[in-house]
């Protein structure tokens, strides 16, 4: 079955910190991954997308990074602030398929 | 910079009856998605569109549910005779080219349907 996983689930750091979140999935044949920003009930802001044939991708304090050969990709955030608290979710179409399969999410706090 | 939009931003039914979702994808889209998430839990595929026909759905799209593009620029998500378990936000989508897959898919603001 194709799945996406994301860990940690939740996460709380204080202000400033450099910090990683993960996502992992089922099957390397991917046409690419996206990465996205959720406020509590509110919509899904892209923040970056990797295609397959791409390594990472930086957006400002944001770089996110891909490794299909072992199913998994990493989103880095620099010098993390306050505004930065969100769920964040990746999402992934797996090859023959054009839906999006999603994430669970990993929930970020930074504490000021 | 273009955008999804969708209408309304909040639905409030009464179970049993009919809603229409309605979404204005990127003018220059040609595949069109829908997919829920329902409070707490993760976004999940509902159906996707293109050329006028569902290119995929999921086992979530059962006949209660039906997708049209009724014109030009609108696509819409029909749910018959909604239930209590139908309350979610729901996101409409788009993409670019015939190359499906490899494109970026663009989501719109949402709409949430709550269902008494």
């Known amino acids: 079955k194709q799945e996406v996983t994301q860990i940690p689930a939740a996460l709380s750091v204080p202000e400033g910190e450099n910090l990683v979140l993960n996502c992992s999935f089922t099957?390397?044949?991917?046409?690419?991954l996206q990465w996205f920003r959720q406020d509590p009930g509110k919509g899904l802001t892209s923040l970056l997308l990797?295609?397959?044939?791409?390594r990472e991708q930086t957006s400002g304090r944001l770089n996110a990074s891909l490794d299909k050969s072992s199913g998994r990709s990493t989103l880095y955030i620099a010098a993390s602030q306050p505004g930065d608290s969100a769920t964040y979710l990746c999402a992934v179409p797996f090859s023959g398929t054009y839906k999006y399969i999603f994430g669970t999410g990993t929930r970020l706090k930074v504490l000021a | 910079e273009p955008e999804v939009t969708q209408t309304p931003s909040h639905q409030v039914t009464q179970m049993g009856q009919e809603v229409i979702l309605r979404c204005v994808p990127i003018s220059n889209h040609l595949y069109f998605y829908w997919y829920r998430q329902i409070l707490g839990q993760k976004v999940e595929f509902l159906v996707s569109f293109y050329n006028n026909e569902i290119s995929e759905k999921s086992e979530i799209f059962d006949d209660q549910f039906s997708v049209e593009r009724p014109d030009g620029s609108n696509f819409t998500l029909k749910i018959r005779s909604t239930k209590l378990e139908d309350s979610a936000m729901y996101f409409c989508a788009s993409s670019e080219s015939l190359a499906g897959g490899e494109d970026e898919q663009f989501f719109g603001p949402g709409t949430r349907l709550t269902v008494l």
């Open positions: 099957d390397s044949a991917i046409y690419n």
């Open positions: 990797i295609q397959s044939s791409q």
